[in-house]
């Protein structure tokens, strides 16, 4: 059976032609069938509540045992994982496929197993209820509504296809430079690639 090389990319306005998910969901150009290609690189973000993780993704159980699930099932799907970057709330890849179905699958069960190995090994708190602030407070109404349990992915998977050698470039100065924000080598600005000195250059391709 041949295999599928190159995929459709969904009908919609030029800015979001290629992109998918994540705070895209909220709006019309968001939705519909997920543009992913067999050829080009994808950009994939994974965005975590907060609210769920204390201390945020990079503590050392949290970090080590993501990258476990990952390598785990990038081999299981045939997906190549180029770069990664695993920030407090989210996590950036730069990864390949050759198959709509092996991408879907890696979304699907790296998220799930994610989220499942944390709350097995006590790694998230689910059950916040901000409302209620101290013992007094819980005496005096007792008609409390039971606790919301929260999901650790606030959005659904965001993904771009990345077309082209200059914007395959950006992508992995930016998935880099996350990295090194993370570490304290680079420090955080809003210009984010273009605000770096020669120098930042230099650490962020060392």
């Known amino acids: 059976m041949q295999k599928q090389q190159k995929f459709d ?3 919609t306005h030029w800015k979001y032609r290629f992109s998918h998910g994540g705070t895209l969901r909220n709006s019309r150009k968001g939705r519909g ?4 290609s067999g050829k080009e690189p994808l950009h994939l973000v994974f965005k975590a509540n907060k609210d769920c993780l204390r201390g945020g993704l990079r503590t050392f159980r949290r970090y080590f045992l993501i990258q476990k699930i990952v390598d785990r099932y990038a081999q299981k799907f045939f ?4 770069q990664i970057s695993i920030q407090n709330d989210h996590v950036h890849f730069l990864l390949r496929a050759r198959r709509r179905t092996d991408y879907q699958s890696f ?4 998220t799930g197993q994610i989220a499942q190995q944390f709350q097995k090994n006590g790694l998230l708190d689910l059950n916040q209820n901000k409302n209620v602030t101290d013992t007094q407070e819980k005496k005096a109404d007792t008609t409390l509504t039971p606790k919301k349990s929260k999901k650790l992915w606030k959005y659904r998977p965001f993904t771009r296809v990345i077309r082209g050698w200059k914007s395959y470039r950006t992508v992995v100065s930016y998935v880099r430079l996350n990295e090194q924000e993370a570490l304290g080598n680079i420090p955080y600005r ?16 060392a």
């Open 9 to 11: 990319f969904a009908k």
């Open 33 to 36: 069938l997920r543009p992913l």
């Open 79 to 82: 997906v190549k994982i180029e």
């Open 107 to 110: 979304f699907r069960v790296v």
């Open 190 to 205: 809003k210009l984010r690639l273009k605000g770096l000195s020669s120098g930042e250059w230099e650490i962020l391709w």
